[in-house]
């Protein structure tokens, strides 16, 4: 017991001694973030332990040269005075916070062999957080004004859609920086419909066959349909005020529904059963005993038979038709796709005339079974649409439409 705990404590030495090591490493490469983050996970427990003096130390250099890189940075990028450094000027301020909070909970900390506390030096960057952050969203939101005008200058309609995606996502930025700020919801709620592809869905019918009203509602509920394309909208048919750039068109060709089949077989059922018990007898028609003297006992064996009748009723339908994205712009078919569905109705059941005792375990299940009425086409139809849907679906979330 004693070798083991010696044991676990020299590696547990060693694990200590290479986490130092690969910390001073990072602090010797530049990453002091790396570092401090080490040294304050090591130190939020039981820090005035011997063994944790050098995270300490560690977290004292690392933390004094990375505000030192930190501020000479913003100092410089302020010097040079473009606007569009702004926002890494804000990001390293908050960083520098957040920093400086982390490491300010574990205060104070105190270096034994010098026998001092480690020195930080703390400072107030709020006022300078907030400064910044009102001249980066005036600057946010000038750019994407700018960038909202050019995208709808009359020789730029052939990008437009790409502009006004970019536009919103300035704007969407600007809106997590500075919620609320002017005019920002109403613009991006503008730009949003001005760089969304609309899409108007219409179903065709050329088949015989009067498609269920269930299905066509189904079929062009597009809600059901799991899209994540942010910039896509499909409308069934069109709605006011609304110009659409492509047309989806399903028409469906044909819809062959079968006749109503029932199919017959006719198997005949034969099985030797023990049908009780009878006296063993020889060729000469005695009965045989036993050494005791006693009538041997048998079981009696019969061959039973049936004429096993089964039953198959079988309906099927078929759709077919097709899918095609029309640009509206230029009335050109851009994609088109075969749709194909298939539903058969499929029913067993079996009777019997006979002994059903010759009948096997699954004949005799079937023989349970009734005859059921057949589908009607129209239900045909609505559960072939269940694939339709399917196939539809897969189509529409595959599609991608080219600014």
């Known amino acids: ?20 090591k690969t910390t001073t490493q990072s602090v010797d490469s530049g990453d002091f973030d790396h570092a401090i983050q080490v040294a304050i996970k090591k130190l939020d427990k039981n820090p005035d332990k011997k063994r944790k003096q050098p995270y300490i130390l560690l977290l004292e250099e690392a933390y004094a040269k990375v505000v030192a890189q930190d501020e000479a940075r913003i100092a410089y990028l302020e010097k040079d005075g473009d606007k569009v450094h702004l926002e890494e000027i804000y990001n390293t301020l908050n960083d520098l916070k957040y ?4 490491v300010k909970r574990l205060l104070p900390l105190y270096i034994e062999k010098e026998k001092r506390a480690i020195v930080l030096d703390f400072k107030y960057y709020d006022d300078k957080i907030l400064a910044v952050k009102s001249e980066l969203t ?13 995208a709808n200058l009359p020789d730029r309609q052939a990008g437009a859609k790409k502009d006004h995606r970019s536009v919103y996502n300035k704007l969407s930025h600007l809106n997590e920086l500075t919620p609320n700020f002017k005019d920002v919801n109403s613009l991006m709620a503008e730009v949003k419909i001005k760089g969304t592809d609309f899409v108007s869905v219409q179903l065709y019918n050329d088949a015989p066959v009067i498609l269920p009203f269930q299905l066509e509602r189904e079929l062009l509920d597009f809600s059901t349909y799991g899209l994540d394309d942010f910039w896509t909208e499909y409308h069934t048919g069109t709605q006011n005020g609304i110009v659409y750039d492509y047309n989806l068109e399903v028409g469906l060709r044909e819809i062959n529904v079968s006749p109503e089949h029932i199919f017959e077989s006719l198997t005949e059922a034969k099985k030797v059963i023990k049908d009780g018990t009878e006296f063993q007898k020889d060729e000469d028609g005695n009965y045989v005993l036993d050494k005791n003297g006693d009538r041997i006992v048998i079981d009696k064996l019969v061959t039973v038979t049936a004429e096993y009748y089964e039953y198959r009723q079988s309906k099927a339908v078929q759709v077919q038709g097709r899918a095609r994205f029309v640009d509206l712009k230029t009335n050109r078919v851009m994609d088109s796709f075969p749709l194909a569905s298939e539903f058969i109705f499929t029913h067993h059941y ?3 005339e006979g002994d059903k005792r010759a009948l ?19 239900q045909m139809v609505f559960d072939a649409g269940e694939d339709l849907k399917e196939n539809l679906k897969q189509i529409v979330r595959r599609q991608r439409f080219v600014i």
């Open 1 to 20: 017991m004693k070798q083991l705990f010696t044991m676990m404590l020299t590696l547990l030495v060693l694990v200590s001694c290479n986490t130092v």
């Open 99 to 102: 920093r400086q909070t982390q």
């Open 138 to 150: 005036d600057y946010l939101y000038a750019e994407a004004v700018e960038e909202y005008a050019f």
């Open 350 to 352: 079996a009777d019997y």
């Open 360 to 378: 096997t375990r699954d004949q005799y299940l079937l023989t349970r079974n009734r005859p059921l009425r057949f589908p009607t086409d129209e």
